[in-house]
């Protein structure tokens, strides 16, 4: 039987044990990897390939004699929480190199946290704008934007999207009139500014209606499909989140509103947003940033995409999704910089190693200070290639993602051309 | 032109909101119970219907009068088992109660069915448009609205002319008295729950039929509902349906001039309804 005294006793051995034990274990033992993404709640969605990923980043790492451990800390989809994982990954669990994924809610706060502990972090899966310039302490002004010691991310940015969508609308024969959805957040003011879509747009020869700043979790969008309705719009474009999307579009079906090409950026994202749409989900397109058609292959398996997406359909028992390329480019830029790094116990050393990657991924190269990017982004910013897809409904009813504008990476092979809204 | 359309869409969209708040008008009306879960009820119906869909693969307005029975039978042993031990004189536990029942739903919706976004597919139904003169009108959303006036006036039926009405609002003037003719409080509490969430599974349909939903989305509909429920007045059906249409109406007019406006536009009314009358549009006399 357990008494308070034993229990006393046998917590004074273990912890005195755990005391000595652990040093020795930090100056020796395996490289610890904090993995920081949302596991839960509503961005969960792009996490859905951790567990797969994980378990396959350190069978690889044992065959190539890496020595590592991961951590992996669910940010619950709340930049609160990730900020709080961040920090007990580094000072409870002490880990040498952070990776976090999706969306700057998750991203930022990590970043933040792992520059100012000056532990290196790699990011992924979020626009680099939001990125690099929500994480500077005056956005609006961008003589003060600093670059960072310890943090690197790649992805693509808001002017590979405008381009991408700009290129497939120039494929179709229309009457150059674009609707616009803009929600009052970070994304929507961001494509409305002067970076965004109307000035890009204008300089293509379409002509833009905005329909004005609403708030997401709307019920009603009868003011912005009337707007469109007036204008003739025949191009739709916008960033609404997903329930969003469906009440618009089908509001915008019942009022009799028939677009040509329905463009929109982050809310078809995932299968399930389209097949939530049913019939209503066909030939809507999209930015698209991984699929299994990419012609890329992982440096840590040598998987084709097509096979991890394969390999990631199996174990979960669902479509592949574009986070799943990314959260195994994750690894695969962690495991190289590792291999690469004389002691990647010293935080400084590391971030250099990463500064100087130069990787062929699941992705497509990744590589930071290449000069596809503005002065100020270039040392912490690595550009990946985005095409632009459309959902096809197949006759059992599933939704294939196929490309069909590739201007931005001509090497990713084109699987049909831009079909109208019929 | 555009003020009919507006005007049009406003009532329409006011339909839906009148759905979401009957059930927590019902339960308020009689129990002074403040159902902070209803948002979250609603979801659950919605699922509810989403599980009969795939199993036996019916077009949801058929499902949903599966999940009906089953939404009963829950809120029955709702407040038999929860609401009814909590409720008395001091209106706070209930209040807690309700908003613990909020996030332990929204979590087992979330473990149970992923986050992922649903929605209640109806078929070609769903992009069908009546052109009446002018304006063009979703037929689905003309259903909304078809079916918050029915509930409604069902819900009147129910209150004042079977005797199960009359104990309701018997119980609800005095609930110790009844109980010396013969009726049974907590009883009478456990069936006006199921009632409302027969209703809340209402709502869900035409919620899954016109939008997204997902275990988190709730509590967003709540406020809603109940801002129509206290400008039609606490206690009164046929108010909180104006209620529903005056939130519905605003919001598609704020949105008419800026879509900022939209959300703000119809907290603006409801500010400016109790302002004004601060007992709402059609208060009951006796409270």
Same mark, same amino acid.
């Given at each position: ?22 040093? %020795? ?202 707007? /469109? ?85 199996? %174990? ?60 100020? %982004? ?45 | ?18 759905? /979401? ?146 104990? /309701? ?119």
């Amino acid at each position: 039987m357990i008494d308070r005294r034993t229990l006393l006793k046998g917590g004074a051995v273990s912890a005195a044990a755990a005391t000595l034990g652990l040093p %020795a274990y930090a100056r020796g033992g395996p490289i610890r990897i904090g993995y920081v993404s949302p596991g839960s709640g509503p961005l969960s969605a792009f996490s859905e390939a951790d567990d797969f990923m994980v378990a396959q980043f350190l069978k690889a790492a044992e065959a190539q004699g890496l020595a590592v451990e991961v951590t992996v800390k669910d940010s619950q989809s709340n930049p609160n929480r990730a900020a709080e994982v961040a920090r007990e990954l580094i000072t409870r669990d002490e880990v040498n190199l952070l990776l976090v994924a999706s969306t700057p809610e998750t991203t930022n706060p990590v970043c933040s946290i792992a520059e100012s502990e000056e532990i290196p972090v790699i990011s992924s899966v979020a626009p680099w704008q939001p990125w690099f310039i929500g994480q500077q302490g005056n956005p609006g002004d961008p003589g003060s934007w600093q670059e960072f010691d310890y943090a690197y991310h790649f992805f693509w940015g808001l002017e590979d999207n405008v381009g991408a969508f700009l290129r497939m609308w120039e494929s179709l024969e229309t009457n150059r009139k674009v609707g616009a959805l803009w929600p009052n957040d970070g994304d929507g003011n961001a494509w409305a500014s002067d970076v965004g879509l109307p000035a890009a747009a204008a300089a293509a020869g379409f002509q833009v209606t905005d329909a004005g700043r609403y708030q997401n979790l709307s019920d009603d969008f009868s003011a912005q499909i009337g707007a /469109f309705k007036r204008e003739g719009c025949e191009i739709m474009t916008g960033i609404p989140i997903p329930p969003d999307f469906t009440t618009f579009w089908t509001q915008a079906r019942q009022q009799g509103y028939a677009p040509k090409i329905v463009s929109i950026a982050k809310a078809l994202l995932f299968p399930e947003s389209v097949e939530a749409l049913g019939d209503l989900g066909h030939n809507l397109s999209c930015e698209l940033y991984w699929s299994p058609a990419f012609p890329y292959a992982s440096s840590l398996t040598g998987e084709s995409a097509k096979e991890l997406a394969a390999a990631f359909e199996d %174990a979960a028992g669902r479509q592949w999704t574009q986070p799943v390329g990314f959260t195994h480019a994750l690894f695969e830029l962690a495991a190289d910089a590792l291999k690469r790094c004389d002691d990647p116990t010293d935080g400084d050393a590391l971030a250099e190693t990463i500064a100087a990657t130069s990787l062929d991924t699941v992705v497509g190269n990744v590589g930071w200070g290449t000069d596809n990017l503005p002065d100020f %982004a270039r040392k912490n910013v690595a550009k990946t290639p985005l095409v632009g897809g459309q959902w096809r409904r197949e006759d059992d009813g599933r939704f294939e993602l196929v490309i069909v504008e590739n201007g931005n990476a001509p090497e990713i092979p084109l699987g049909g051309t831009l079909e109208p809204i019929g | 032109m555009i003020w009919l359309d507006t005007l049009a869409q406003g009532i329409l969209l006011g339909g839906l909101y009148a759905l /979401f708040a009957a059930g927590l008008s019902l339960v308020f009306g009689i129990m002074r119970l403040v159902n902070l879960a209803h948002g979250d009820l609603i979801v659950l119906g919605a699922y509810v219907i989403l599980v009969m869909v795939s199993v036996t693969g019916l077009n949801p307005f058929l499902a949903a009068t599966l999940a009906l029975p089953v939404m009963f039978g829950f809120g029955m042993l709702l407040q038999t088992h929860l609401f009814n031990r909590v409720l008395g004189e001091d209106i706070l536990p209930p209040l807690l109660v309700t908003f613990g029942l909020s996030v332990v739903l929204q979590n087992v919706l979330l473990e149970t069915f992923s986050a992922d976004s649903q929605k209640l597919s109806m078929g070609p139904v769903e992009a069908v448009g009546v052109p009446l003169g002018p304006v063009t009108l979703g037929l689905v959303p003309l259903a909304t609205l078809g079916c918050a006036v029915a509930v409604i006036a069902a819900l009147n039926l129910l209150f004042y002319r079977t005797k199960l009405g009359r104990a /309701f609002r018997a119980t609800s003037d005095d609930a110790t008295t009844v109980q010396l003719m013969g009726i049974y409080p907590a009883r009478i509490f456990s069936v006006a729950t199921g009632i409302a969430l027969m209703v809340a599974t209402l709502a869900a349909l035409y919620l899954g039929a016109r939008a997204n939903f997902d275990p988190t989305i709730g509590p967003a509909r709540l406020l809603y509902a109940f801002e129509a429920v206290i400008i039609g007045g606490l206690g009164s059906l046929w108010g909180t349906l104006a209620g529903g249409l005056v939130i519905g109406v605003a919001q598609a007019t704020g949105a008419a001039i800026r879509p900022e406006w939209q959300i703000l536009a119809g907290h603006a009314a409801f500010v400016a309804v109790l302002l004004f009358r601060p007992r709402g549009l059609f208060p009951r006399a006796n409270d």
